[in-house]
């Protein structure tokens, strides 16, 4: 049964349809307001190498990177094996039963591999029997994670982008101020500590601005978000 509704909403998942695209706006457009790109600790601006803090869900529009895990962090949460339990203990899971939803993002981490696809994309479980295969009939929280591992800036930061959706009858569509609401949900459960399979983890927060320009210009969907960016540093307690 579930598989069959999960079908049905992979069938009917949205191309993600760019909103009222007008010629001056441009995802790689430089705007003004933000800060010019600067020595980081722990991850590495992807300006500064020409990446951007908006993903390419489409040519022209994407989603914000809005949450940073350093590279200061917990060194096994850094791995792709250690990723996971981590995102587990905060309640997130991979893809119901490895059905993927939407198309897969690109981002340009500005770490030499230029546009490169998600390599994670984890959905919030409510409700630990039904797991994410819950979430994906209700809709909720998610994100997509992208590892800063190239070679010019190979720092295991991992760059999310993180979102609330609509129920999947709505087709996985972002909810009005779904950026900063999904954002803001999951530094919540990080900075209030975490476990998982005996492991605990708790977060450091550091908001940022000027990384990314507020306002709905190149977002998909034109939702506006408030251009922060929250640096998560996730140590093991
Ligand atoms: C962490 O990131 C910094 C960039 O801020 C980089 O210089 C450093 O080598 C990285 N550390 C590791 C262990 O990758
Ligand atoms: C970069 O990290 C991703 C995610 O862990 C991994 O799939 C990929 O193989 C890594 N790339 C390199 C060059 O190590
Ligand atoms: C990045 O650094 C890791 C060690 O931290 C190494 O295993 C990996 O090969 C490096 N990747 C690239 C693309 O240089």
Same mark, same amino acid.
């Given at each position: 049964?579930?598989?069959?509704? =999960?079908?049905?909403? *992979?069938?009917?998942?949205?191309?993600? &349809?760019?909103? %009222?695209?007008?010629? +001056?706006?441009?995802?790689?457009?430089?705007?003004?307001?933000?800060?010019?790109?600067?020595?980081?600790?722990?991850?590495?601006?992807?300006?500064?190498?020409?990446?951007?803090?908006?993903?390419?869900?489409?040519?022209?529009?994407?989603?914000?990177?809005?949450?940073?895990?350093?590279?200061?962090?917990?060194?096994?949460?850094?791995?792709?094996?250690?990723?996971?339990?981590?995102?587990?203990?905060?309640?997130? =899971?991979?893809?119901? *039963?490895?059905?993927?939803?939407?198309? &897969?993002?690109? %981002?340009?981490?500005? +770490?030499g591999d230029g546009r490169k696809s998600e390599h994670i994309l984890a959905r919030q479980h409510y409700f630990p029997r039904w797991g994410t295969c819950w979430e994906s009939l209700v809709g909720g929280n998610h994100f997509r994670a992208w590892k800063q591992n190239g070679t010019d800036a190979n720092t295991s930061a991992w760059f999310l982008g993180v979102s609330k959706e609509k129920d999947s009858t709505k087709n996985h569509m972002i909810v009005p101020n779904g950026y900063n609401i999904g954002r803001d949900l999951l530094v919540e459960s990080a900075i209030a500590g975490s476990r998982w399979n005996g492991m605990s983890w708790i977060a450091d927060l550091e908001w940022r601005e000027g990384l990314l320009e507020p306002g709905y210009k190149g977002i998909n969907h034109a939702i506006a978000q408030d251009g922060r960016v929250a640096i998560l540093t996730v140590h093991r307690v």
């Open positions: 049964m579930l598989l069959a509704v =999960s079908l049905l909403a *992979l069938v009917s998942v949205t191309l993600a &349809v760019p909103v %009222a695209p007008g010629e +001056d706006q441009q995802v790689t457009m430089l705007p003004t307001s933000l800060a010019a790109p600067k020595v980081e600790v722990g991850w590495t601006d992807p300006r500064i190498l020409g990446g951007q803090f908006i993903d390419f869900t489409t040519p022209r529009y994407g989603e914000p990177l809005n949450v940073i895990i350093s590279n200061l962090s917990d060194p096994f949460i850094l791995t792709e094996e250690g990723f996971p339990q981590y995102y587990k203990s905060i309640g997130f =899971s991979e893809e119901c *039963l490895g059905l993927h939803y939407g198309h &897969v993002h690109k %981002a340009d981490l500005g +770490d």
